[in-house]
């Protein structure tokens, strides 16, 4: 018994000292890391490189570095004092503010649509430009906008994630499912100014009114 407590003893010494080294070991790695970050904030200082620490990306202005910084950290010190929401940065509050002033700033100078951000107003202007810079690899169709882009690629992919809720048949684009959908409700939007006629495609729609303008088909 006397020699079954004595190994208890050593073993439970044994996995003491184990722990130390350990929680020494860790106590100097933080310690070399911390010397790390602190000798390449001296190195920033000296040389003016203004890059972060978290992952690296370099930055030619200290206010842009202390803007980025706020995505690892999480702050977010400016607040929308109407709905709460809270934001990283002064410029994504005021762009947020729009929703509830109702402000739309920017304007088309083709159409004079109006639009509360620019990204909106160069999304639409693709419109009258018929830019489109955003090619898909796989069959090299062309897009406007990234969406439409994103949205085209779940064909390529097979993905069918809009489901009829009336019949079960799927399909990779929403607007396909709104098509769909009114065979069920028979719906038909689209009116022929001519005669009256109505339809609930929008190309079917288009090809009877080129019979009547004389276009061809």
């Known amino acids: 018994m006397k020699k079954s407590a004595s190994g208890s ?7 003491l000292q184990c722990s130390s080294l350990i929680a020494t070991g860790a106590t100097q790695t933080e310690a070399i890391k911390t010397d790390r970050q602190q000798v390449e904030k001296e190195i920033q200082i000296h040389t003016g490189k203004k890059c972060c620490l978290e992952c690296g990306k370099q930055f030619t202005q200290k206010c842009d570095l202390n803007k980025h910084m706020k995505i690892h950290t999480g702050e977010k010190p400016y607040c929308c004092h109407d709905c709460g929401k809270s ?5 994504s509050l005021h762009n947020h503010r729009v929703i509830h002033t109702g402000q739309k700033p ?70 396909s499912l709104k098509r769909h959908r009114r065979i069920h409700t028979g719906e038909k939007p689209y009116c022929c100014q001519d005669c009256g006629k109505q339809f609930s495609d929008k190309r079917t729609f288009k090809k009877h009114t080129q019979m009547h303008t004389g276009e061809k088909l």
Do not use: M, V, W
């Not at 934001?87 to 410029?91: A, E």
């Not at 969406?147 to 079960?168: D, V």
């Open 9 to 15: 003893e050593n073993l439970t010494a044994a996995f």
């Open 87 to 91: 934001f990283s940065t002064r410029s």
């Open 106 to 175: 920017h304007c088309c100078p083709e159409c004079g649509k109006s639009f509360s951000h620019i990204g909106n107003l160069q999304r639409h202007r693709t419109i009258h430009t018929g830019e489109k810079p955003h090619c898909c690899s796989e069959c090299g169709k062309s897009f406007s906008t990234s969406g439409n882009l994103q949205r085209h690629r779940s064909i390529h992919e097979g993905n069918k994630p809009h489901c009829c809720p009336e019949c079960g048949k799927s399909f990779s684009q929403r607007y």
